[in-house]
């Protein structure tokens, strides 16, 4: 990228489709992702270059097809900081999307809560 200005890597939302789940990921070095469905670990997102960054491509497990609002976070494999987040709503039709909120917040305080205790470990305060 010499020439150009520095851009901070960022993962953009492209689209769900035939239950995969597809971004681009717009950064000079390939990315370092992990996927979790209610603090449970998916199989990483696969990552393939493609002009103007990477192609990242997540296939949601059939299994994550379920009544009610399933979140999925994809993060930063390093810092562990949500990239994205794809929100499934299945069942009953939802008045409002409070449900979703709450849940995207219980995913995003089980990833805080992680990290502290990682930082706990590291540090040598428990």
Do not use: N, Y
């Not at 390939?30 to 491509?57: C, N």
């Not at 987040?85 to 995207?104: C, F, K, P, S």
């Not at 995003?108 to 428990?126: Q, V």
Request: aromatic residues 4%; hydrophobic residues 45%; proline residues 7%.
């Amino acid at each position: 990228m010499r020439g150009e200005e520095a851009v901070s890597p960022r993962l953009v939302p492209l689209r769900l489709a035939g239950g995969m789940w597809e971004g681009l990921w717009e950064g000079a070095d390939p990315p370092r992702l992990v996927a979790s469905h209610t603090g449970i670990p998916l199989p990483p997102p696969e990552a393939a270059e493609t002009e103007g960054g990477w192609l990242v491509r997540l296939r949601l497990p059939v299994e994550l097809i379920a009544e009610g609002v399933q979140t999925v976070v994809i993060a930063d494999a390093g810092t562990g900081g949500t990239l994205a987040r794809i929100t499934l709503v299945a069942g009953e039709v939802l008045a409002d999307d409070l449900r979703a909120e709450i849940d995207l917040l219980r995913a995003e305080l089980d990833m805080l809560k992680r990290a502290f205790r990682r930082h706990c470990l590291e540090t040598g305060g428990a």
